[in-house]
């Protein structure tokens, strides 16, 4: 355990030094077991390579005594948690050979290695008695993207496939991103001039089909060299209980005072959600959406309208709809899902070759025509449930038998699989994926779903759940924690990336208010009562007492990972959005002093900001907008506030001339969305 904590202590010397040893940093991930991918802390250097004869992935031919098989190669060991556990690959046998090529979707992430998506399928196909004998060769990665996808094709004729299965479409958005050059910019804000946001979703639609063709077309040549069959099956989504975080939603420039017509749209929206009146709330998410296509918030309440209405299919329209607008680039850091166009492209290109798809958009919709897929069929945004994993490799071993038979045959005739994780491993992966949904600013309910089902799973999670609320709870770095250090230790998080995906990116830890309340809430369900706790170590870690509490610190400022997609970098906080939400925890014995410097842009040119306290209509006190840097204090008296954790709200008014930003702020991708005001500090003390 000493060594351990050691390392740890290393570790974060190297990552907080400047300049940074990459080098060192990287093997002491090694030693850890940790990716460093995973925590977005070095940077990655690709290079192109050519596709080697006698390696596939992590894995490299080796011959003995005659035999060929494929084993883990040592020089890639700090990559083989990303990959399927399995040491060697054996010589092609007499049964069918599947190989399952794609991204963590395929690999059953959250519940792999215990249970996986290759085993289920696997397990259908033999439990269907059509083959004597059936091996799936799992070859799927966490995080793969499509040139490394496309390695893995042109390296599969290897292992002398029947068939192969591709499972992705996730992560391909990050190659259009990586092609955008200066050009496109240029491009793009012209369009935008002219068109505004539509026009730009077709310019980078276009972009995006040709990165797809181009694999696809690699796909078919190996496929036809080989005469290897494909089945292509396109990833779903969680479209119900996915929400767009903030940045997902701060505000575009918007000509002709069509913003401030949105922001009046939004509101009598919210407004009619609350009070139930949804024909209201419909008119105005088609207003919000009329004016700007861009933001996924139009969509998603105008979804709420069409379910109230029973209007299933146009509310799955406007979610797919919504889950898009990300294209536009807002956030650094969006989870992976499978674009609309994807699809399409498949599809298109699937038909004209006589390739086999099997799309979970499609099926899911199809088999449950009364709802909008949801939480019962996904773990997060992409990553399937048992349930999803299940009816999703069903239908997919009926196509393989389709495809290798020439037969075709009913969906009924295929049996269930008779593999199941055990009660553990499911826990652990609800536990996971509450943290996950989490970290990515999710809804409570969602997190209060996972959290629940994992103590009904197995109630011996309560120990994970309440190491987990200690170090999260605190400010020192995760990794410096003992109760982090004990989960590592215990090996209970395998699923979850040995638990080393529960550390923070560098500056980012959080206050986790509401996963933390979610888990409280689980532990109630067993007889199990830690608020008081949870209290005490927030009030004794974070609270407002005798000394100055910075609130842009990562704790009380963010609610997820994901930040607005700037090239630029301030040593203060900009915001795009009509409000900002911050978190401070108070012990409520003594009135509180809140310091701000603060500025506004020149082009707003009227209103006030107004800061609000928990959750209260009016605010507590308004500010005069300034061009120029100016300080504001003022007091919170001590009977308005809550104990433990308490929300303090600015909000910015927002309504620029057209034409003088125009002329003032030349139109980019940095520049599509407007600051709208600005903080250099933001403190709180006790009086």
């Not at 990655?44 to 050519?50: E, G």
């Not at 992590?58 to 084993?71: A, D, H, L, P, T």
Request: aromatic share 10%.
């Amino acid at each position: 355990m000493d060594k351990l904590k050691d390392k740890a202590t290393e570790l974060s010397r190297l990552l907080m030094a400047e300049p940074k040893d990459i080098s060192a940093i990287n093997n002491l991930f090694e030693e850890l077991g940790i990716s460093s991918s995973s925590i977005n802390v070095v940077d990655k250097v690709t290079d192109t390579k050519t596709i080697a004869q006698d390696e596939l992935g992590i894995w490299k031919k080796k011959i003995v005594n005659g035999k060929e098989f494929y084993q883990r190669d040592l020089n890639k060991q700090k990559e083989w948690h990303s990959w399927a556990n399995v040491n060697e690959i054996e010589p092609k046998s007499y049964k069918k050979r599947v190989l399952l090529l794609g991204e963590s979707v395929a690999r059953g992430y959250f519940y792999a290695p215990k249970y996986s998506v290759a085993t289920e399928l696997e397990s259908v196909l033999n439990t269907s008695n059509v083959f004597n004998g059936v091996e799936v060769i799992d070859l799927s990665k966490n995080s793969m993207g499509i040139d490394e996808l496309t390695e893995i094709v042109q390296s599969s004729p290897q292992l002398k496939p029947d068939q192969i299965v591709l499972f992705a479409g996730n992560n391909w958005v990050h190659k259009l991103y990586g092609e955008i050059e200066k050009e496109d910019h240029i491009k793009m804000t012209e369009i935008y001039d002219k068109e505004l946001f539509p026009g730009v979703k077709s310019y980078l639609e276009e972009k995006f089909q040709k990165v797809v063709l181009n694999f696809l077309n690699i796909l078919v040549e190996t496929s036809k060299a080989h005469k290897i069959p494909v089945v292509i099956v396109i990833p779903g989504f969680n479209l119900l209980d996915w929400k767009s975080d903030n940045e997902e939603k701060i505000l575009p420039f918007l000509p002709d005072g069509q913003i401030e017509e949105w922001v009046k749209s939004k509101v009598k929206a919210e407004e009619a959600l609350s009070k139930e009146e949804y024909n209201l709330l419909g008119e105005e998410s088609k207003r919000m959406i009329e004016l700007d296509a861009s933001n996924p918030l139009g969509y998603e309440l105008l979804a709420k309208s069409h379910i109230k209405n029973g209007k299933i299919e146009e509310a799955i329209t406007c979610l797919d709809n919504a889950k898009d607008t990300i294209m536009f680039g807002r956030g650094i850091n969006p989870k992976p899902r499978c674009f609309k166009i994807i699809r399409d492209t498949i599809s298109k290109k699937a038909t004209e070759e006589g390739i086999s798809t099997v799309d979970l958009f499609t099926i899911f919709n199809e088999v449950y025509p009364d709802k909008v897929s949801d939480k019962e069929l996904y773990l997060d945004y992409c990553h399937l449930s048992v349930e999803g994993i299940k009816m999703g490799m069903k239908h997919t071993a009926k196509t393989v038998i389709e495809t290798m038979t020439g037969n075709e045959i009913e969906i009924s005739s295929i049996p269930d699989s008779l593999l199941h994780p055990d009660n553990t491993t499911s826990a652990i992966a609800h536990f996971s994926a509450a943290i996950h949904n989490a970290h990515y600013s999710q809804p409570k309910y969602v997190l209060e779903y996972h959290c629940q089902k994992a103590i009904e799973f197995d109630s011996e999670i309560k120990d994970l759940m309440i190491q987990y609320v200690d170090f999260s709870c605190r400010k020192t770095s995760s990794i410096l924690c003992s109760s982090f250090e004990d989960i590592l230790q215990d090996g209970a998080m395998q699923q979850y990336e040995g638990g080393m995906a529960l550390m923070h990116p560098r500056g980012k830890k959080l206050l986790d208010v509401e996963l933390i309340d979610a888990i409280i809430g689980a532990l109630k369900s067993i007889g199990l009562n830690y608020e008081n706790e949870v209290k005490r170590l927030r009030i004794s870690e974070h609270g407002v007492v005798n000394k100055e509490t910075n609130l842009l610190d990562s704790f009380y400022v963010l609610n997820g990972y994901n930040s607005y997609n700037s090239s630029r970098n301030f040593n203060f906080l900009q915001i795009r959005n009509t409000s900002k939400k911050f978190n401070f925890i108070s012990s409520r014995n003594k009135d509180l002093t809140v310091k701000m410097v603060y500025r506004t842009p020149d082009y707003i040119k009227k209103g006030n900001v107004k800061v609000y306290l928990n959750g209260k209509t009016s605010p507590i006190t308004e500010i005069d907008l300034s061009q120029e840097w100016n300080k504001e204090d003022f007091i919170i008296e001590c009977d308005t506030l809550q104990e433990g954790v308490n929300e303090l709200v600015i909000e910015w008014p927002i309504n620029y001339e057209s034409n003088e930003f125009l002329e003032r702020e030349k139109p980019s991708m940095n520049t599509f969305f407007p600051v709208i005001g600005e903080l250099y500090s933001l403190t709180i003390e006790s009086v």
